[in-house]
């Protein structure tokens, strides 16, 4: 088991930047590729994009590419999100996730941290 804890979230303006963290605790956060995703109200839940377990490879949704970008510390088992460049349609709560074997519908989820983006 992985309990996954998000936080950095809050209110920031259109042009902003923001860096979430997922802390982990249970297992160590580098047996697991590890996702970001988020869901805006109304919405279903969006990938964002995933690191590989050493953070060699990085895949980006393409409506965040360019401006945010995953990494990782496996020292300190914490996963991040550096936001720049931050939009009204980036509003939304921002989950972090680690990937099982089969796959991300069985992945370990973390509560979510709301971000919000203001104009």
């Known amino acids: 088991q992985v309990q996954l804890v998000e936080s950095g979230g809050g209110l920031v303006q259109a042009g902003g930047s923001l860096r979430l963290s997922c802390a982990a605790s249970?297992?160590?956060?580098?047996?697991?590729?590890m996702g970001w995703f988020r869901q805006a109200p109304g919405k279903e839940r969006e990938f964002i994009g995933r690191?590989?377990?050493?953070?060699?490879?990085?895949y980006y949704a393409d409506s965040v590419k360019g401006r945010f970008t995953i990494s990782r510390d496996n020292a300190k088992n914490t996963l991040y999100l550096q936001m720049n460049s931050l939009k009204p349609e980036d509003t939304a709560v921002y989950y972090c996730?680690?990937?099982?074997?089969?796959?991300?519908?069985?992945?370990?989820w973390g509560q979510g941290t709301q971000v919000t983006v203001s104009s």
């Open positions: 996730a680690a990937q099982t074997s089969t796959g991300w519908g069985d992945a370990y």
């Open positions: 249970g297992r160590t956060l580098s047996r697991y590729a």
């Open positions: 690191i590989s377990w050493s953070g060699g490879s990085t």
